[in-house]
């Protein structure tokens, strides 16, 4: 965030490069927060960055990923900040049973030399499965909360070369997978929910928590430089048991840092005096 800008009254152009329709996600809340004006292009092809349905890796990070995506929107638009969302997919951290999704969203500063990332993350909408029947399809269609959350289907296995997407009605189910079958040696298909956001209302709703947490930290300013993105760098343990009064490895302060300066301070927790004695080792060990 331009602090000079911010003061003369400005609006700050953002650049958006997005093919998947994020910018109606995150559009009202930004402009609205930050007095910015969102200017999206869909002029480069991100799926060239990568492709949830594996035809081309990701290259790097989910952060590399974003931030190509900024450099390249600000390029496209000669906007002097640009944002850049990215998600991941995969299992969650507690069990490892069900399906996680996490995303990013970058805001890029260059004449502050300012990089600040939102972050949320939950459930996703996010099973595959191979299936020889049609009532095996449909009865996938129902646990993938299709038709509002589109499907891509695939002939034989999750690899195969020939995709097809956009399947969003019960019609082109059908079709499509009539089509693969006849195109399986092994009469399977392969069909999966589309993750792309516009696809993925599921998705669509981390990706609004996403914002939300990028615009709290843009407006969390550095009490030494001002510099926006003041947050939350790490924990400090030791919030004392209960009934014994040994420390625990719950949080009783906060590390807050500045990536410009570098300023930081130790905030108190706001949280209970004790903590229970089901989390003390002491006492359950």
């Avoid at 990332?117 to 049609?134: C, I, W, Y």
């Avoid at 019609?171 to 993750?195: I, P």
């Avoid at 003041?230 to 906060?254: D, H, N, Y």
């Avoid at 410009?260 to 004695?277: G, I, L, V, Y």
Wanted: charged share 20%; with cysteine.
């Amino acid at each position: 965030m331009d602090r000079s800008d911010r003061n003369a009254g400005q609006t700050r152009r953002v650049a958006f490069l997005t093919q998947h329709g994020k910018q109606d996600l995150v559009r009202g809340p930004l402009e609205a927060a930050l007095g910015c004006e969102l200017v999206h292009t869909d002029a480069y092809d991100t799926d060239q960055l990568g492709t949830y349905t594996r035809e081309v890796a990701r290259p790097g990070s989910q952060l590399d990923a974003a931030r190509r995506k900024a450099q390249i929107g600000m390029r496209l638009t000669d906007a002097p900040i640009g944002i850049a969302s990215e998600g991941s997919f995969g299992s969650d951290p507690f069990g490892g049973f069900m399906p996680w999704n996490t995303e990013l969203l970058l805001w890029v500063d260059p004449s502050q030399n300012l990089e600040v990332t939102g972050f949320a993350h939950g459930p996703a909408q996010s099973l595959h499965r191979n299936v020889k029947t049609l009532d095996e399809l449909m009865a996938f269609a129902q646990e993938a909360r299709f038709p509002e959350h589109h499907l891509v289907m695939r002939p034989g296995h999750e690899d195969h070369p020939h995709i097809i997407k956009n399947i969003h009605d019960e019609s082109t189910l059908r079709q499509a997978f009539a089509q693969l079958q006849g195109e399986s040696g092994s009469g399977l298909v392969f069909v999966e929910n589309d993750l792309r956001a516009f696809c993925n209302p599921t998705r669509q709703g981390v990706i609004r928590q996403a914002c939300e947490d990028l615009i709290r930290k843009l407006q969390s300013t550095c009490p030494q430089c001002q510099s926006p993105g003041f947050w939350v760098k790490s924990r400090v343990a030791g919030l004392p048991c209960r009934v014994c009064g040994q420390k625990t490895r719950l949080p009783i302060g906060e590390i807050w840092h500045c990536a410009q300066c570098q300023h930081e301070e130790q905030r108190a927790t706001p949280t209970q005096a004790w903590a229970d004695p089901s989390r003390c080792d002491f006492c359950n060990p």
